[in-house]
């Protein structure tokens, strides 16, 4: 168990929806990540926030948000879902922000959209 | 551009070693890394490895890691059947974020 939760655990949804996945970070943690696994692009990374504030942005789609509290969990919303948005998403903490901190992986939420 | 490769399937029989290679394309990372992922659960952090060393040892797993070549290995001593999963190699990029490869998949056979 590497202390970071994720909800929910899995997802089904129609095209065109709208859902928030939650991410809770390791106690003490003030960094999270989120990324994207999918079959045919395996594991992408898609935002980092640090402490409430954006610090970085991958692959992110502009249908795709997220955001950190003032108590440090992360919620990434995806809207207008596409089929292809179906994947495992993952959520990562790591105490700091840059090289040389460690990101420990939430178990994911596989988002299913029909 | 940032990429990591390495090769999709790996058998090996139950009490040997297992070698998982890794090649990455960005000369500035300083950290790399090994994940593990189990069927239908999250990636675990197995270890890492600073760029400024060439090897580092854990239990049963030794990381190698030439530098100039940009190739990075994972060798499992003694592979149990437990060890079966799909393992990640990943490089730190610019952002901090980890970008990595698609996956070796471990077949351990008893």
């Known amino acids: 168990d590497s202390g970071v939760t994720q909800t929910p655990k899995h997802l089904i949804t129609a095209t065109g929806q709208r859902v928030t996945l939650r991410c809770s970070p390791r106690s003490g943690d003030l960094s999270v990540y989120w990324y994207q696994q999918s079959l045919d692009q395996g594991l992408q990374f898609l935002i980092q926030?640090?402490?409430?504030?954006?610090?970085a942005k991958g692959n992110i789609l502009e249908r795709f948000s997220a955001q950190q509290f003032p108590d440090l969990h992360s919620e990434l919303n995806l809207s207008s879902l596409e089929l292809g948005d179906s994947a495992l998403y993952f959520c990562?903490?790591?105490?700091?922000?840059?090289?040389?901190?460690?990101?420990?992986f939430g178990p994911g939420t596989r988002l299913t959209v029909t | 551009g940032e990429d990591v490769e390495q090769s999709l399937f790996l058998s090996v029989r139950e009490g040997d070693s297992s070698v998982i290679n890794c090649t990455y394309t960005?000369?500035?990372?300083?950290?790399l890394y090994w994940y593990k992922q189990e069927p239908g659960a999250g990636l675990q952090l197995l270890t890492y490895i600073f760029s400024n060393m060439d090897m580092k040892q854990d239990q049963r797993l030794t990381v190698l890691l030439n530098k100039k070549d940009k190739h990075l290995s994972l060798r499992i001593a003694d592979t149990q059947t437990g060890d079966s999963a799909i393992y990640f190699c990943?490089?730190?990029?610019?952002?901090?974020?980890?970008?990595f490869g698609k996956g070796t998949k471990l077949s351990v056979k008893p």
């Open positions: 990562a903490s790591s105490i700091g922000t840059g090289p040389s901190y460690e990101q420990y």
């Open positions: 960005d000369s500035s990372s300083t950290y």
């Open positions: 990943a490089e730190q990029g610019s952002q901090g974020n980890l970008i």
């Open positions: 926030y640090y402490n409430g504030e954006e610090r």
